[in-house]
């Protein structure tokens, strides 16, 4: 009888424990993410409402604000879309060809180099921004996209070239050959055969750079001050004002940084698995 | 002549003469493939480290020639109380972070593989935080924990709990960072985790469960060993990055109140764009590279293990 009422008992506690670790799974990830969209809509008063308001007339104000009184968020939105498309490109260019140089050509000193690209990826970020903070005010990049897009493009490359070399290594090599019969250089059969069958590797090494440029801190606070400012930086600049943060333009601007790339990484979760996996395991 | 001949015939024929002319033409056909890679990161990376050392031995600052110093910065930085006091907070970070991340991680990933409801939906919202910048999430963060109005500190008061002094306490500053750490950087532990797990051939658990194997016996002697690579690699790789971990802290306390919530990132910071201490920085700069190196040592060695596990 008692062994009869604990099997029952654990019958429904397996799911009422699962329901309970569900839920605190969603309220985590998503609470922040809510308070942040809803205090986007709320009207002023109603953000620091004690106890919160889940009721209220959504009014849309703050945007209005926001896109009256600091039209330097949108250029940042534009610089940020700029600096991360040129950054994407240019990991996605580099690291594809580097990532095809080792899956197809094997040899010593080419394993040692891409050992290299690994182990030059433990530098911290903040300690180069020492000297090229003189540097690039020498040669004039300064406040520009160039030279976060060579940051962004520089610290996911490495990555990149390996996450390609998994990828292009699951393209049968007879491939190559058949080609070569042919008469084929290297660099028609990377262009005319692995580009169109790698694209789901370079999908996955995309969405990697695409959600850290769109997002990146530190680089572009030290090296962008006013033409290339991201849409991050202009975030933290309304952050700054200790004692008047307006919190629903704040909450307005995080709002319309945060959509796109959510919406964004939401769609590409397929390959986003695939990346860390190399492929291996299917989404 | 004739011998000449023949000894060149044979050279020719030598295998380790053809070997190297082999690579030579292997080498010829990569280069230029790799070159861009590699431009990226000698000239964004590699000669800028070692420019930092160089400046590292230097007394330097703006406008003024360097001159220099010996290992003067280097005892400069070890001798300072708030070197040791950021350092000391990001190790306490790192402690903190990585090893409930992994926790965390290894549970949300034990449970998706048990079968979960809204499984679509749920792997959706865990994944949702990795969309969201430091910097919005340090603004939600502010707004939650405001010490006045903060829904969490309204929360925290109306249940009677204390709330996180964290803009006067330094301990509860620490918290706060390291909590804004999790929550952004959880969904990609778990993804390595929860992929890894995913690989784990089911047909193991059933062996073990017509075997009678527990529950709790197939975790012990399956599932844990066979995480285990995975497991090691994702802590690694977060020591790794949790040690320079600047943005989180810089915007929730900015390492205030009276700099006792700094962390090594922010030490630096402060050393070279606020005190104009470029040699200080420099220094502190290869403190973190070798503390860098060192762990990516033991990366690398993991990363070999678990390649000689799987047998390439």
Not at chain 1, 35 to 43: L, R, Y
Not at chain 2, 139 to 161: C, H, I, K
Not at chain 2, 173 to 196: D, E
């Amino acid at each position: 009888m008692a062994t009869n009422n604990g099997k029952a008992i654990k019958k429904l506690a397996v799911p009422a424990g699962k329901w309970l670790a569900v839920l605190v799974i969603l309220l985590w990830s998503l609470v922040p993410i809510a308070f942040m969209v809803m205090s986007s809509v709320k009207p002023g008063q109603d953000i620091f409402a004690v106890p919160p308001r889940l009721t209220f007339t959504p009014t849309l104000q703050h945007y209005v604000d926001l896109w009256t009184r600091w039209g330097s968020f949108f250029h940042g939105l534009l610089n940020s879309f700029i600096i991360t498309a040129g950054a994407t490109l240019l990991v996605v260019a580099a690291s594809t060809m580097a990532g095809f140089a080792y899956s197809r050509i094997r040899g010593p000193w080419l394993e040692r180099s891409a050992m290299f690209l690994i182990v030059v990826r433990l530098l911290p970020p903040i300690v180069i921004t020492l000297p090229l903070f003189g540097v690039v005010n020498h040669i004039g990049l300064n406040d520009t996209h160039l030279v976060l897009i060579l940051l962004y493009a520089t610290f996911f490359v490495s990555l990149g070239t390996i996450l390609m070399r998994t990828f292009i290594d699951q393209i049968p090599y007879e491939l190559d050959e058949a080609a070569m019969v042919d008469g084929a250089s290297r660099f028609t059969i990377l262009w005319r055969i692995i580009r169109p069958l790698a694209r789901q590797g370079m999908l996955a090494v995309s969405v990697f750079v695409i959600v850290y440029a769109w997002n990146e801190f530190l680089f572009a606070f030290i090296f962008t001050s006013t033409k290339a400012k991201t849409a991050p930086l202009v975030i933290s600049e309304m952050m700054g004002s200790l004692d008047g943060v307006e919190w629903g333009v704040l909450f307005a601007a995080s709002t319309v940084q945060l959509i796109p790339i959510l919406l964004f990484v939401l769609l590409m979760q397929k390959h986003l698995v695939a990346g860390l996996t190399g492929g291996a395991v299917k989404g | 002549m004739n011998t000449a001949t023949s000894t060149l015939a044979q050279a020719a024929e030598r295998p380790a003469w053809r070997w190297k002319k082999a690579l030579a033409s292997r080498a010829a056909a990569a280069l230029p493939m790799i070159a861009p890679a590699h431009a990226l990161v000698l000239t964004v990376l590699v000669i800028p480290a070692f420019y930092v050392l160089w400046l590292s031995f230097y007394s330097s600052t703006f406008g003024k020639a360097p001159s220099f110093v010996g290992l003067a910065n280097y005892s400069h930085v070890l001798g300072d109380p708030y070197f040791w006091r950021a350092l000391w907070n990001t190790v306490l970070i790192i402690v903190v972070v990585v090893h409930v991340e992994l926790l965390l991680g290894l549970g949300m990933a034990l449970l998706f593989t048990s079968g979960v409801p809204l499984k679509r939906f749920l792997l959706a919202a865990t994944l949702a935080p990795y969309a969201v910048s430091e910097v919005s999430a340090a603004a939600v963060w502010r707004f939650l924990f405001d010490p006045d109005a903060g829904p969490v500190t309204q929360a925290a008061l109306a249940l009677g709990l204390p709330p996180l002094e964290w803009s006067i306490n330094p301990a509860h500053g620490l918290s706060l960072i390291a909590l804004l750490s999790i929550w952004l950087h959880l969904p990609f532990t778990f993804l390595i985790l929860y992929a890894a797990r995913l690989s784990v051939p089911a047909e193991l658990y059933e062996a073990a469960k017509i075997d009678g194997a527990t529950a709790w016996q197939s975790f012990r002697r399956i599932t844990l060993p066979l995480l285990m690579p995975a497991i090691l690699l994702a802590a690694l790789f977060r020591y790794i990055f949790v040690f320079r971990i600047f943005s989180e802290a810089w915007l929730l306390t900015g390492g205030g109140p009276a700099r006792t919530t700094e962390v090594v990132g922010v030490y630096l910071y402060l050393e070279a764009f606020r005190f104009n201490a470029f040699g200080a920085a420099s220094a502190t700069g290869w403190v973190m590279v070798l503390v860098s190196l060192l762990l990516g040592a033991g990366y690398l060695w993991a990363l070999r293990r678990q390649g000689a596990g799987r047998g390439h």
